[in-house]
């Protein structure tokens, strides 16, 4: 039977990544400039490995296959070809991202066979002045665009955002982005892992060598439009599954509790991911005696609950529990089967 699955930790040392991740995990702490904690990954490159119930030491790639529609929701299997469509990061960003950007799904399944990436952001922790990059703020041309990657003057025309806890950001594909230094964020992500790399500040990686840039692939993926607002507006209320964004990809909700909270979803026929911003609780699941029926997850940490036991409480542990929930909603994604097709295409 399908149970709640709770995950080893699954860390990726970065060049501009911190040492705030092994704390707020819990874990012990390394040298190491640790940048993402990929929380629920079905990603070739870097899967996530089960850690409780009989499936533990499971990678989730094979859990997805063998549970299929029980765990992704019949729909969700259906329009997805039986992948696990999301992938869901905690981010340190201890100094700056790479100017970068990402394909569409169209342009992605073209070059790479993959989806491609839409994402979130939702920040947990910012210090003061900590900032983003989100869009361009005057409207400029590729041979521009080209010139200012040449000379490093691409920042001068992204729009900056100053953020604090709460702040979000919606980073559809094509969107020019990044993360600025001393900013813990939860994203939201397709799964993907194809990332163009713009400009990065003529630095050098781990490695002591130049990381490869993606000047020109980005060139046909960015969408130069200015937008008038770059940020989500949503509001929050305790007690409730506030609503912070509904995209073709992904519905997130955010969830402030001090009592006990029921979520019935088995309606949206697909996974939750739920991501325990702050605090700590206790999730049970309702009317049902397999194993695994009641779990705690802890501040940093993340879980994936099978679509069809998508019914259960939350019980907060401690002061000020925060919950970051996110799951498919059930629309009309007739573009996903295109896609779909022309990655199998693609791969013969």
Avoid at 47 to 55: D, I
Avoid at 171 to 199: K, M, N, W
């Amino acid at each position: 039977m399908v149970y709640p699955l709770l995950f080893k930790p699954n860390l990726h040392t970065i060049v501009w990544g911190g040492h705030r991740l092994q704390t707020y995990k819990g874990l012990q702490q390394t040298d190491e400039p640790i940048g993402e904690s990929w929380e629920v990954s079905a990603v070739e490159s870097s899967p996530c490995t089960v850690a409780n119930g009989s499936m533990a030491g499971r990678d989730l790639i094979s859990v997805v296959e063998e549970w299929g529609s029980e765990l992704l929701g019949d729909a969700v299997y259906k329009q997805y070809g039986g992948k696990l469509p999301l992938l869901v990061k905690f981010i340190d960003a201890r100094n700056d991202l790479s100017i970068q950007v990402h394909p569409n799904d169209a342009l992605a399944a073209e070059r790479h066979g993959k989806f491609g990436k839409t994402e979130m952001w939702y920040i947990i922790d910012a210090e003061p002045g900590a900032a983003l990059y989100a869009g361009f703020k005057e409207s400029i041309s590729k041979d521009e665009y080209r010139r200012r990657v040449a000379d490093g003057t691409i920042c001068d025309v992204l729009a900056r955002h100053e953020v604090h806890p709460g702040d979000v950001f919606y980073i559809p594909a094509g969107r020019v982005h990044a993360i600025c230094g001393g900013i813990l964020l939860a994203e939201v992500q397709q799964s993907s892992d194809v990332t163009y790399r713009i400009f990065d500040y003529n630095r050098l990686g781990l490695d002591g060598k130049p990381r490869q840039l993606h000047t020109d692939l980005a060139v046909d993926a960015i969408d130069f439009k200015v937008a008038a607002d770059y940020r989500t507006h949503y509001g929050n209320t305790l007690e409730t599954a506030a609503q912070v964004i509904d995209t073709p990809f992904f519905d997130v909700r955010v969830m402030d509790i001090t009592e006990q909270f029921h979520r019935n979803l088995v309606k949206y026929d697909s996974f939750i991911i739920s991501m325990c911003i702050k605090g700590a609780c206790r999730l049970k699941i309702n009317g049902y005696e397999g194993e695994e029926k009641e779990i705690t997850l802890q501040e940093g940490h993340s879980c994936l609950i099978p679509a069809a036991i998508a019914d259960y409480n939350i019980t907060p542990l401690k002061k000020g529990t925060r919950i970051l929930e996110t799951h498919i909603d059930r629309k009309d994604r007739s573009f996903i089967r295109k896609v779909l097709r022309f990655i199998k295409l693609s791969k013969k």
